[in-house]
């Protein structure tokens, strides 16, 4: 088939798609289109980079000026974002109270630019990553929140699961890469490497699993039945290109997450409810005491058919805590890679031309410092001690949510993925909490009063979910 004539039917088909969708709702907002544009980049590429069939690091030069292009669509996003959260007269006092850690981590980033060797380059990439927490309030304000996170994750994965394929198939120059040293072919499809198709994969695949398991009681029903059918063939297509990726991480997190679902849905969680709590923590200290106690990371790594290194992960690691940053406040927000360090890495490491520490934890520290890592850490158990006790209440959404924190921990022990990226954004809409009760002020808080008093059936509790015939504890946090 000619590459143009098969991207002429995917875009029909991508179409079609949308617009037959069974769990399509037409009560969902247009806004939503902003968060999935958003996600779209994070997963996929820079507006630049999908100018140029040639993805990759580029030039320190190139890295510290950024691409005017991609400026532009990130400040476009971010007042689309802003117009949206304005419209909807929220009450930004609650909302900032309840997420004091997230507001102390940004204020503390922001101040970091100060002691930055780039301050204006760091604090434009602050800008750009305020974005993200800003498309994600978008979907948490939204009057459907479990229908519009479900809303944008689906079109999400509906734009980059198929197109990765296709560029894989017909459009090699875009969809793969070659490795410098071997020549070994590497598949990216709509991504810039193989690690984030795995990731894009990983955020699909896990979606798709937890969305399938909570309809699967209701899969009599024929719109359930016609979804569970649309969920399994992304989730083949998801598997398919995960294999092609080989991406270990996010492999072994995509089993890891599932499992989390699995026992929810499994009736395990009713006899043993401590059990789904307790798992995801006592598996990631299980990992650290290994790792760390008994020096086995290498081991386990060879045992899945890996490089003892970790695809020279140890060797990246030793370079740069011997970089000695400042332990304490670090280099500054998004400094790291920059300038005359990243110089030194490419020319004296002899690990080739890479630009993050394949850890999240330790790039939060070259960064942040010390300081940083704590604040991630007090959001981490905040957030955790939040899902469980949502768990008690059944939430479908608090599952999804602890099966991503649980990915989250695990994919930054081999991969960067704070501060803005893909997996991260998908952490904060279940981490970022809006009491639907606290979240709206002014004169949406009088329109819900005169909306619940309108509806005899409603309970006053209820809030904004009176009018959507839809729980509260699905609305606003996981």
């Avoid at 909570?214 to 998801?238: D, G, P, Q």
């Amino acid at each position: 088939m000619p590459p143009t004539l098969a991207l002429f039917l995917w875009f029909v088909l991508l179409i079609a798609l949308l617009y037959f969708d069974p769990a399509r709702s037409r009560k969902l907002s247009p806004a939503l289109w902003v968060p999935v544009v958003w996600l779209f980049i994070l997963g996929s590429r820079l507006p630049s980079q999908w100018l140029d069939t040639q993805v990759g690091v580029g030039s320190i030069q190139a890295m510290e000026e950024g691409s005017p292009i991609d400026r532009g669509v990130y400040v476009l996003l971010i007042v689309l974002s802003l117009a949206v959260l304005i419209s909807r007269s929220l009450n930004w006092k609650a909302i900032l109270k309840a997420n004091w850690v997230l507001v102390v981590f940004l204020i503390y980033a922001l101040l970091s630019t100060l002691w930055s060797d780039y301050p204006l380059i760091a604090l434009k990439r602050w800008i750009r990553d305020l974005g993200a927490y800003l498309s994600v309030l978008v979907i948490l304000t939204d009057q459907r929140t479990h229908e519009a996170m479900c809303a944008v994750l689906r079109r999400l994965a509906y734009l980059a699961i198929p197109l990765s394929i296709l560029l894989i198939k017909y459009f090699p120059t875009m969809g793969r890469q070659y490795d410098f040293w071997t020549g070994t072919v590497q598949y990216v499809g709509a991504t810039t490497s193989k690690n984030m198709l795995g990731l894009l994969c990983l955020v699909s695949g896990l979606f798709f699993f937890w969305d399938t398991a909570v309809r699967w009681s209701e899969r009599k029903k024929k719109r359930a039945r016609r979804i569970i059918v649309v969920n399994a063939l992304f989730f083949a297509l998801t598997l398919w290109l995960l294999n092609q990726a080989h991406s270990t991480t996010s492999t072994i997190c995509l089993i890891l997450g599932s499992l989390i679902i699995l026992i929810f849905y499994t009736g395990l969680f009713r006899r043993y409810p401590r059990l789904l709590k307790a798992l995801a923590p006592v598996t990631f200290c299980l990992y650290l005491i290994l790792n760390f106690g008994f020096q086995m990371n290498g081991s386990l790594a060879q045992a899945v058919g890996k490089d003892p290194t970790l695809t020279d992960r140890t060797k990246i690691w030793a370079f740069l805590l011997g970089m000695h940053t400042n332990p304490i406040i670090g280099t500054g927000y998004q400094s790291f890679w920059l300038g005359s360090r990243l110089e030194t890495f490419w020319l004296q490491s002899g690990l080739g031309h890479i630009n993050e520490a394949h850890n999240g934890f330790l790039e939060v520290y070259l960064e942040l410092g010390i300081i940083g890592v704590a604040i991630i850490a007090v959001f981490l158990l905040e957030s955790y001690r939040s899902l469980c006790r949502r768990l008690e209440s059944r939430s479908d959404l608090a599952v999804f949510g602890l099966a991503v924190w649980l990915c989250l921990v695990f994919y930054n022990m081999a991969e960067a993925a704070f501060e803005g990226g893909l997996l991260y954004s998908l952490f904060l809409i279940g981490a970022m909490r809006i009491s639907p009760k606290r979240a709206y002020g002014g004169v949406k808080r009088v329109a819900n009063q005169t909306n619940r008093a309108s509806q005899p059936d409603a309970h006053p509790s209820l809030g904004v979910a009176a009018r959507m015939d839809q729980p509260a504890e699905n609305l606003g946090e996981f």
